[in-house]
């Protein structure tokens, strides 16, 4: 199956600074991709939609200037979080549709945010 | 709004089936899908409806009713390693997926 990897799988850093989270498609070209956030225990969070060579689509409530995301190819999305503080701690996780209207997700592995 | 609604816990023993329901309200329908998540794991993909009736899959089935807003998902002969949580996911357009809070299933032996 299409396989879906993020990097880094941990990151701890200290308030005020910025964090980037990769979510790269392996064996495939994603059009589209999604980020989602989650916290213990609970469901995931989508936070908004990506598609490549065009902007972002933010969920309501989230934060398109804290939140930076960029679909640069078929095969790559990153996630900025940007001046980074403890609320933002959680895990990220990307996915991606292998064709435009597939109703599989690929999910990657997830990143462990930490914010000191 | 848009809300789907699953059992938070459900415990089952080795061997016996479980079913794991799911009813929505969301404003766009486009088919329910069910995810499996390991602790510390991401979700993969277990089942699609896109029409009302069963869909089987080896030792998982999932059922939609449209009419009913409602789904389940059906675990057959249950295995230690089926302990995970269980989201249901609701297709709602534009290739957005919503999530249920998603239920967490204990096999014991």
């Known amino acids: 199956g299409a396989v879906v990897s993020q990097h880094p799988s941990r990151v701890i850093c200290k308030s005020g600074t910025s964090v980037k989270i990769e979510c790269r498609s392996l064996?495939?070209?994603?059009?589209?991709m999604f980020w989602y956030r989650q916290f213990p225990k609970k469901s995931l969070m989508l936070m908004a939609t990506?598609?490549?060579?065009?902007?972002?689509?933010?969920e309501q409530g989230v934060e398109k200037d804290k939140f930076l995301i960029n679909h640069a190819s078929l095969t790559l999305s990153t996630l900025t979080v940007t001046s980074a503080h403890p609320e933002d701690s959680s895990f990220y996780i990307c996915?991606?549709?292998?064709?435009?209207?597939?109703?599989?997700?690929?999910f990657g592995p997830g990143t462990r945010l930490t914010v000191l | 709004g848009q809300s789907l609604e699953q059992p938070s816990e459900v415990t089952a023993v080795e061997g016996a089936i479980v079913q794991i329901n799911c009813t929505y309200q969301?404003?766009?329908?486009?088919?329910l899908s069910w995810y499996q998540q390991h602790d510390g794991g991401a979700p993969t993909f277990l089942s699609y409806?896109?029409?009302?009736g069963l869909e089987e899959t080896g030792r998982f089935s999932s059922f939609l009713s449209r009419s009913d807003s409602y789904g389940y998902l059906l675990l057959q002969e249950l295995q230690m390693k089926d302990s995970a949580s269980y989201f249901c996911?609701?297709?709602?357009?534009?290739?957005?997926?919503?999530f249920g809070a998603g239920t967490r299933l204990f096999v014991k032996a």
């Open positions: 996915s991606a549709l292998e064709r435009a209207g597939d109703n599989e997700q690929f």
């Open positions: 064996d495939f070209q994603a059009t589209t």
């Open positions: 990506s598609n490549e060579g065009s902007k972002a689509t933010y």
């Open positions: 969301t404003s766009g329908f486009y088919g």
């Open positions: 409806n896109g029409l009302d």
């Open positions: 996911a609701v297709g709602s357009g534009g290739f957005k997926t919503i």
